[in-house]
């Protein structure tokens, strides 16, 4: 398949530090600089007691109450040597969540071992919930796919076929119908968990559009802000392809089409193009119908099981 290349990246801390809003205890001056890498994060309850099988220094540790408690209770030079052994793993990065006061051992490792150490008023829990969602969406696998992206009706639809087959045209007759373009030309597919993909355009391209014949146009500036979108849920493929006499399409709608991307089979169509077909039309009625099976009605189904009992009468 085309463009199937795979990136996952990873996510500058400053970036997670503006997002969260977190105060700084100690920054060091590479801080900039500093990548995280791991969608997972660690409670450092067992590394706190000597544990250290397992340990992954790439994951941000986040403390809260629980372990403030255990390190409270400890003799001075007991949690001294536990909170040494535990930072001189040199974790990526340290945040203690509640607004907990840091104990004065950990700010003086931090600046010894270079550890960015930071503060959240944010409880853990809720803390710890908000950034691996945060970071599954900025680690997401990623893929860049030549096609147009737009919400119909709520659902997020991927068109795909050959350049010049109508995508972009089809694009532009549904903004004006009042639906709203994610991306044209090339969509940024990422997996954002196992069962959800999201979609949306380069920022260099984003809201512009190419037509033949007239060149780049602003879909915002021309349509206004409720025509765009940055990004969407993609929930059905729909594949142009040039009308073939004598080729066979699904005219009831039983067979379940998917298209795979990135592992996951998302439902699929496939729609034939010839001049006389309003696709964009067709693609709203394709839209409609893909809710009405998310809401647990085939129309298809139903048509065929009426047919079955006429036949057996």
């Known amino acids: 398949m085309e463009n199937e290349a795979t990136t996952t ?16 205890i100690y920054a060091p001056e590479n801080l900039e600089s500093i990548k995280i890498t791991r969608a997972e994060i660690h409670r450092p309850g067992l590394p706190l007691t000597g544990f250290f099988d397992y340990f992954d220094p790439e994951r941000i540790q986040i403390l809260g109450r629980a372990e403030s408690i255990y390190l409270e209770k400890l003799e001075a030079s007991d949690r001294y040597n536990k ?3 535990f930072m001189e793993k040199r ?4 945040i203690i969540a509640r607004d ?32 691996i969602a945060s970071l599954h969406v900025h680690l997401a696998p ?31 007759e549904l903004i004006k119908r009042g639906h709203r373009l994610i991306a044209d030309d090339a969509v940024e597919i990422s997996k954002v968990s196992e069962k959800a993909l999201v979609g949306k355009a380069p920022e260099i391209i984003r809201y512009y559009m190419e037509l033949r014949g007239i060149g780049i146009v602003d879909i915002r500036r021309i349509f206004g802000i409720g025509s765009v979108k940055e990004t969407e849920k993609i929930q059905l493929v729909i594949k142009l392809e040039p009308w073939i006499d004598g080729k066979i399409y699904d005219r009831m709608g039983l067979e379940n089409e998917t298209y795979n991307i990135l592992g996951l089979d998302i439902p699929a169509i496939t729609i034939p193009v010839r001049p006389g077909r309003n696709l964009a039309v067709i693609l709203e009625i394709a839209a409609m119908n893909a809710r009405l099976k998310l809401q647990g009605y085939n129309t298809a189904e139903e048509f065929n099981k009426k047919l079955e009992e006429i036949y057996k009468a």
């Open 9 to 24: 990246g990873a996510v500058l801390l400053t970036k997670l530090i503006e997002e969260f809003k977190l105060e700084s």
């Open 83 to 85: 909170i040494r052994a």
């Open 91 to 94: 974790p990526v990065c340290v």
């Open 100 to 131: 907990l006061v840091p104990f004065p051992e950990m700010i003086e490792m931090a600046k010894e071992f270079n550890i960015p150490f930071f503060t959240t008023s944010i409880s853990t829990n809720s803390f710890v919930s908000s950034i």
């Open 142 to 172: 990623t893929i860049t796919r030549h096609g147009v992206l737009v919400e119909v009706y709520g659902l997020g639809l991927l068109i795909l076929g050959d350049s010049g087959i109508g995508k972009s045209e089809t694009a532009i």
